[in-house]
Structure formats: C-alpha cells, structure tokens
C-alpha cells in the first residue's frame, strides 16, 4: 500500500501515516490478492465453481470446514475462470482464494 503522503504540510501527520504504511506494508496476508467465499455442498462430490477473479487464482486459505468433511482444493484444474474442488460429503466451505505475493506479482 503506498500513501501518497507528498501534499501534506504536517510533519507529525506525515510521521504517523507513514507508521500506518510501513504496518499495513509488513503484514503478509495483504500482499496479495484474495477473494472470501462461503461455498455449500449438498453432498460428496467434483465440482467446478466460477470466481470472477479475472486472473488464475494460485492460493486457498480454508478457514472453515463445516461437519469435519474432506476439502480437497484441485489446484491443477484452476484457470482464470473457475476453481475446482472435491469434498467428501455435505458441507460448507469459508475460504479466501486469490494469489498471494508481492504487488507486482498479483
């Protein structure tokens, strides 16, 4: 995150947006790209899901499983359109997908 601090006049103000960048800069989780869902399964199954990301997506943070089923993230059959995912049976999936990296890279 870059803040463009270059029309401030206020030195103190200008200080503590700065600290406020070099935090927000330093935690990893936010370089990158990232989308939440919150996917349900009515049972065991394949299915491919569209997530309208416009780019390939190459990451999942799985927060949440609900009924201790299998999540199995198909990462071979992801294209800028659609993820791919196999559970094990009934459930909801919470789930950040996107890209992590540096800001050039995402």
């Not at 870059?2 to 030195?11: E, G, H, Q, V």
């Not at 989308?35 to 997530?51: C, D, P, T, V, W």
Request: charge should be negative; hydrophobic fraction near 40%.
């Amino acid at each position: 995150m870059k803040l463009l601090l270059s029309n401030l006049a206020d030195r103190l103000v200008i200080e503590n947006f700065r600290i406020v960048q070099e935090t927000i800069n330093a935690q990893p989780i936010l370089r990158g790209s990232w989308k939440f869902y919150e996917l349900e399964f009515g049972a065991g199954m394949n299915q491919r899901i569209s997530h309208g990301l416009g780019f390939l997506p190459k990451d999942v943070i799985t927060t949440q499983v609900s009924n201790s089923e299998a999540v199995v993230w198909n990462y071979g059959s992801f294209t800028s359109e659609f993820i791919d995912v196999t559970v094990s049976g009934a459930c909801t999936v919470r789930a950040f997908i996107g890209r992590y990296g540096e800001s050039h890279d995402v």
